[in-house]
């Protein structure tokens, strides 16, 4: 089975980075659209509508209308400044649940709870009943399957019982451990709600106090850009709760689906080394017989 590289697992918050900053640029180099919506008629049109009879008085109101005409703005600056502190943590929020989903890819996965190889050394030094150095394997082996089989054998000479409960002890600070790496997407999935309520709350704020001051004269693109900021807000809150939640879940499915397979297969090679320890002891050591009475 293919193995990803080990400086690939250690990395996986500089992936999870360059795919946010990918993700960045090809927004700016494609999103390069007026953002002034509510703009006036250009200036070429009104001139051509109107037709005055002074061709030069025409010609002077068209170079101050050009002049005056507002600079276009690209939808990707537009996001940042409506955005503002509250956008820039949701994005630093992001980034750590992007981090965070692809290192769990890298780490949730059957061959990494239970490496191929180990599984195949151990099963051979059953074979050849040495049973010190598969010890030794599974002591110097951080895997699941490893710390399974090291804590059933280190009980196994007190009976099977007692190995098989010492490894469903184990499996389950395994599963307590691991269960914390994905308890942060839960948080994501709670916190980014809360947040985007929190940019609605301003921005609608921002519009009411606008249209409460008195004495003033009300400007609608003063309204509309607090009425955008809290909807903007509102959708990048829930644009990061909705995948946390999704992986937070899926991540929970595969944690348990690993696990009992994992336990299962220790379970399984505890049972076969228990039965050819007995099995294999030598003829010449029988048991000691009883005293003569």
Not at 126 to 138: E, I, P, T
Not at 176 to 192: D, N, P, Q
Not at 262 to 273: C, K, P, S, V, Y
Request: aromatic fraction near 8%; glycine fraction near 6%; hydrophobic fraction near 50%.
């Amino acid at each position: 089975m293919l193995q990803v590289p080990t400086f690939l697992r250690r990395r996986a918050w500089l992936t999870g980075l360059l795919a946010i900053a990918c993700l960045i640029a090809g927004l700016h180099l494609t999103s390069s659209v007026p953002s002034a919506w509510a703009q006036a008629p250009k200036a070429d049109e009104v001139a051509e509508d109107a037709k005055p009879a002074d061709g030069a008085k025409a010609e002077g109101e068209k170079k101050e209308s050009e002049a005056a005409e507002p600079e276009e703005e690209s939808a990707f600056w537009w996001l940042i400044k409506t955005s503002g502190a509250i956008g820039a943590l949701l994005l630093v929020l992001s980034i750590y649940f992007v981090a965070t989903t692809v290192r769990l890819f890298f780490e949730f996965r059957q061959d990494v709870a239970a490496p191929p190889e180990i599984v195949e050394k151990c099963e051979e030094f059953v074979k050849a009943r040495d049973y010190q150095s598969m010890y030794r394997l599974v002591k110097e082996d951080t895997s699941m399957y490893s710390l399974l089989i090291a804590a059933g054998i280190t009980e196994l000479p007190q009976g099977l019982a007692e190995a098989r409960d010492a490894m469903d002890r184990t499996n389950e600070t395994l599963v307590v451990e691991m269960e914390k790496k994905i308890s942060m997407l839960a948080v994501l999935g709670s916190l980014g709600p809360m947040i985007g309520l929190l940019g609605t709350l301003k921005g609608m704020i921002a519009s009411f106090s606008v249209i409460a001051r008195p004495g003033s004269v009300i400007k609608p693109e003063e309204v509309a850009l607090g009425i955008s900021e809290a909807l903007l807000l509102t959708m990048e809150g829930v644009g990061l709760s909705v995948p946390a939640i999704f992986f937070f879940a899926f991540f929970r499915n595969r944690l348990m689906t690993i696990s009992s397979n994992t336990a299962l297969m220790a379970d399984e090679f505890i049972r076969r080394m228990h039965t050819s320890a007995r099995s294999g002891r030598p003829a010449a050591a029988p048991a000691p017989a009883a005293p003569p009475s």
